[in-house]
């Protein structure tokens, strides 16, 4: 009886089987434990922008200054999400369109700061649009569920941002001119609180540009004399953004 090769194949059966079988309790539990996207979300989100600091400020001569001279304003927003496990931990892909008006008194006064030799002259300025900003950053989003529904969660986000500063024009009786700007775009971060109620969401999100150049360019109408002239603006978009949203 030829009992080798039986047994070899017997042998070579069961540990073909046991690995298989173990195999597959691997994967199983991995599949468990992985932290590979499980589930992914969106969120649409509306709210108010807040200028802060420079951004905000209206006090030099508009000119020589990095002031924004900026005002609140709307803001929107859409964002996606993939969620890692059980792990409460998200990367979230996020796509707002920030706004801000221009505050006219500021403006004024920083022209007539500019033109002093006119003295203190009447002002009338106009703003085309307002300050827009469309930011896409990307970062990591943790959340805690308190209750079932009720989480606390908060976000950093970095990225790149769109930026227009309002074009100005504005007309006295000794001096009129405008000021162009290009729109530019620069690296930005956010960080946010906030909470979610099964759909809604809640929440502030401190937004900032920190470092944008904006090639400028002016004009002006002076006893009958006309000049031109470019430069370029240093200026920093810092805001804090309260919304809400809605939970897909």
């Known amino acids: 009886m030829e009992t080798g090769p039986k047994i070899e194949h017997?042998?070579?059966?069961?540990?073909?089987?046991?690995?298989?079988?173990?195999?597959?309790?691997?994967?199983?539990?991995?599949?468990?434990?992985?932290?590979?996207?499980?589930?992914?979300?969106?969120?649409?989100?509306?709210?108010?922008?807040?200028?802060?600091?420079?951004?905000?400020?209206?006090?030099?001569?508009?000119?020589?200054?990095?002031?924004?001279?900026?005002?609140?304003?709307p803001a929107i927003g859409a964002r996606g999400h993939l969620t890692f496990g059980s792990s409460g931990l998200d990367?979230?892909?996020?796509?707002?369109?920030?706004?801000?008006?221009i505050n006219k008194p500021g403006i004024e006064h920083a022209i007539r700061e500019e033109y002093a030799f006119a003295g203190n002259m009447n002002v009338d300025t106009k703003a085309r649009m307002w300050w827009v900003g469309i930011p896409l950053t990307i970062g990591p989003r943790l959340g805690i569920e308190v209750r079932p529904g009720f989480a606390f969660y908060g976000v950093g986000l970095f990225g790149v941002a769109f930026i227009?500063?309002?074009?100005?024009?504005?007309?006295?009786?000794?001096?009129?001119?405008?000021y162009e700007h290009t729109p530019t775009v620069g690296a930005c971060v956010a960080g946010e609180l906030g909470v979610t109620f099964t759909h809604l969401v809640c929440?502030?999100?401190?937004?900032?540009?920190?470092?944008?150049?904006?090639?400028?360019?002016?004009?002006?109408?002076?006893?009958?004399?006309d000049t031109s002239d470019r430069y370029t603006r240093a200026n920093a978009v810092q805001s804090v953004i309260l919304f809400i949203g809605y939970r897909f």
């Open 203 to 225: 929440g502030a999100r401190i937004f900032a540009a920190p470092s944008l150049e904006i090639d400028s360019h002016e004009t002006l109408s002076h006893a009958g004399v």
């Open 10 to 73: 017997t042998i070579t059966t069961i540990w073909f089987t046991l690995v298989m079988a173990a195999s597959c309790t691997t994967a199983d539990d991995a599949l468990r434990m992985s932290f590979l996207p499980l589930e992914t979300g969106f969120q649409l989100l509306a709210g108010l922008n807040l200028a802060m600091g420079a951004f905000a400020d209206q006090d030099q001569p508009i000119k020589s200054t990095n002031d924004g001279f900026a005002g609140p304003g």
């Open 164 to 178: 227009k500063m309002p074009d100005i024009s504005f007309e006295s009786p000794i001096v009129a001119g405008t």
């Open 91 to 101: 990367i979230v892909l996020d796509l707002s369109v920030l706004t801000a008006t």
